[in-house]
């Protein structure tokens, strides 16, 4: 599966962005779909999951409340609402999908087979 994230950009801080992910050549059904980020000079961190079937939704909780993922089945597309950002949201962005993830692993990034190529979410003060 080969995934395309998209939507990064500039922002001021306390803005907001939208972030896409979407498949090609397949659908997202019976898949979940992550969110992660990486920052200069850090580590690759969970952000966000939703699973396909249900909808079932689960935030990092430095995230919680601001970011909203979600998706869209007629555009076979997920989403990363991102409100009322703040500098330290400075990352390259990337969507993750894979078909078999337990509930316990779901922000763990070495569970998803599936990856996009991250977009650049920047974040002035």
């Known amino acids: 599966v080969q995934l395309q994230a998209s939507g990064g950009g500039l922002v001021q801080a306390g803005g907001s962005l939208r972030l896409s992910c979407a498949p090609s050549?397949?659908?997202?059904?019976?898949?979940?779909v992550g969110w992660f980020r990486q920052a200069p000079g850090k580590e690759r961190v969970f952000v966000a999951a939703?699973?396909?079937?249900?909808?079932?939704?689960y935030y990092a909780d430095s995230v919680k409340g601001r970011f909203t993922i979600s998706r869209d089945n007629a555009k076979n597309t997920v989403y990363l609402q991102m409100n009322s950002l703040k500098p330290e949201d400075t990352a390259v962005y990337y969507c993750?999908?894979?078909?078999?993830?337990?509930?316990?692993?779901?922000?763990?990034?070495?569970?998803?087979?599936?990856w996009g190529q991250g977009t650049q979410v920047t974040v002035s003060s």
């Open positions: 993750a999908a894979d078909r078999h993830i337990i509930l316990s692993s779901i922000s763990l990034l070495d569970q998803y087979d599936y």
């Open positions: 050549g397949r659908t997202f059904s019976g898949y979940t």
């Open positions: 939703i699973r396909w079937s249900g909808g079932s939704t």
